[in-house]
């Protein structure tokens, strides 16, 4: 059973638009989402995180929004550049203590220039 | 900065053999993780050790073993290796549990 879900496996944006990553989980335990960042041959890196407690958060270029009432989570990348082209993962956590994380399946960014 | 080690970025196995990843972290993590990446799977947890000696399986630890003698290794031992444990592996660490930091990766490729 998938805890967390990127329905979308890839997504292409042209440069100086806004990407939208869009994540989904269905365990209401969880209440801390990150989003990872993977080159490839490279690890994960982490991107940006948003606890339950927050419906938004921001850092540069990068939004993260979180409804959770929906259950449902997305990135904004505003505005997109090449550099940005990677796999993006979303991934949650049951509490601040020592619960693994669970990731989704990734999303394919290719931004265009 | 973090740094989380993987000792070979690239492997080449047959069928049978014993296979040994190793994973250091040089910044005192308690955490450590092993995850494997494949096409379409994203990352899935193999197993993970909150402390020196200890040991949690994951999602996925059938035909994995692991070992942490110190704090800062962390190595996944594949005791027969088969073509389906053919995969990018990554070693991951972390203070707390929710923020990891990757290794580069391994691909171990098992013919």
């Known amino acids: 059973d998938q805890q967390v879900k990127q329905n979308s496996p890839s997504l292409s944006v042209q440069e100086g638009r806004i990407s939208i990553l869009n994540c989904d989980y269905t365990n209401s335990m969880f209440d801390y989402f990150l989003w990872y960042k993977k080159y490839p041959a490279e690890g994960p890196t982490f991107l940006i995180s948003i606890s339950s407690i927050k419906d938004k958060n921001e850092d540069g270029r990068f939004t993260v929004f979180l409804n959770k009432s929906a259950k449902h989570l997305s990135l904004h990348i505003v505005p997109s550049q090449p550099g940005d082209s990677a796999v993006y993962f979303c991934a949650a956590s049951g509490g601040f203590g020592n619960t693994p994380l669970v990731f989704g399946k990734g999303t394919r960014l290719s931004v265009i220039a | 900065d973090v740094k989380v080690t993987q000792s070979s970025r690239y492997l080449v196995k047959r069928t049978g053999e014993k296979v040994f990843l190793e994973c250091v972290q040089d910044?005192?993590?308690?955490?450590m993780f092993w995850y494997r990446q494949d096409p379409g799977l994203g990352l899935r947890l193999i197993y993970f050790?909150?402390?020196?000696?200890?040991?949690e399986k994951g999602d996925i630890p059938e035909g994995y073993s692991v070992s942490r003698e110190k704090k800062e290794r962390f190595s996944l031992i594949l005791e027969s290796a088969s073509t389906n444990q053919t995969s990018m592996y990554l070693c991951a660490s972390s203070r707390w549990a929710n923020v990891l930091t990757f290794g580069a990766g391994s691909r171990l490729t098992v013919l």
């Open positions: 910044m005192d993590h308690e955490n």
């Open positions: 050790s909150y402390d020196v000696k200890m040991k």
